[in-house]
């Protein structure tokens, strides 16, 4: 299993009056991209509340290497960077017709579902995802 990938079209309303894609729609492309991660390794985007936690953007990094305009496609690319005690780090690639146009990641903090103090994970969680990690280091072990 390799990294998860989401392909999208860049939409008219995400661009600025230069036809260029406002540069906080690059964290909305990330946020999306995280929900299709938790349905390939939780079976459902909202895969986490099964577990009675949820996570949390603590922080965000963005790095810009080209410009995305209207109607171009893109496809997102996620990784496992890190996995803490109680936070994992997902790494993002966004490429059109296979050129990186930005690369970022998201830091992400585990907390309780009802209280969002911060937790770790459950046992069973973790495995899941550790062997996802392992997975997509090891795409075919064979």
Request: proline share 6%.
């Amino acid at each position: 299993m390799g990294p998860v990938r989401l392909p999208l079209r860049v939409r008219y309303h995400e661009c600025d009056p230069q036809g260029v894609v406002f540069n906080a729609n690059y964290l909305a492309y990330f946020d999306m991209a995280s929900f299709e991660f938790l349905g390939a390794v939780l079976g459902k985007p909202t895969g986490l509340s099964d577990y009675g936690v949820d996570f949390v953007v603590a922080e965000s990094n963005v790095r810009y290497l080209r410009a995305l305009r209207f109607d171009d496609e893109v496809v997102v690319t996620v990784r496992i960077s890190h996995l803490g005690t109680t936070s994992m780090v997902l790494e993002f690639d966004l490429a059109r017709g296979g050129e990186t146009v930005a690369t970022g990641t998201n830091r992400y903090v585990f907390v309780n579902e009802e209280t969002l103090t911060k937790q770790a994970p459950p046992d069973e969680l973790r495995e899941k995802l550790v062997a996802y990690r392992t997975a997509q280091a090891d795409p075919d072990p064979a």
